[in-house]
């Protein structure tokens, strides 16, 4: 059975200038963008330089990945990859 890749896409090595609506924009001739959004810290609000890009289909976030990979974005070199999920721990009988 093929390993379902999911179609949720994180991007790393962001400018601190880059927006959820740039991300956004960059990522939508690719497909429809279900959710595009920075991770910020806690404390200063400020994005940390990375962040998810979730697409309709699994096709569109492989289009994205592979068009997107390696490129400059606001001065700097990005990298996108599929988004690992973890499953939550499942409880362990004794």
């Known amino acids: 059975m093929a390993k379902r890749l999911g179609s949720q896409l994180f991007v790393s ?3 601190n200038y ?4 740039k991300l956004e924009k960059l990522f939508s001739p ?3 963008v279900k959710e595009a959004r920075l991770v910020l810290d806690p ?13 309709d289909s699994e096709s569109q976030a492989q289009k994205a ?3 997107m990979d390696g490129r400059i974005v606001d001065g ?13 721990a499942e409880d362990t009988i004794s």
């Open 30 to 32: 690719f497909g429809v």
């Open 65 to 67: 990945l592979k068009a």
């Open 18 to 21: 880059t927006t959820n609506q």
């Open 13 to 15: 090595r962001l400018s």
């Open 43 to 55: 404390r200063t609000q400020k994005p940390k330089g990375f962040g998810f890009v979730t697409f």
């Open 76 to 88: 700097r070199l990005i990298f996108v990859e599929f988004a690992k999920t973890t499953k939550p």
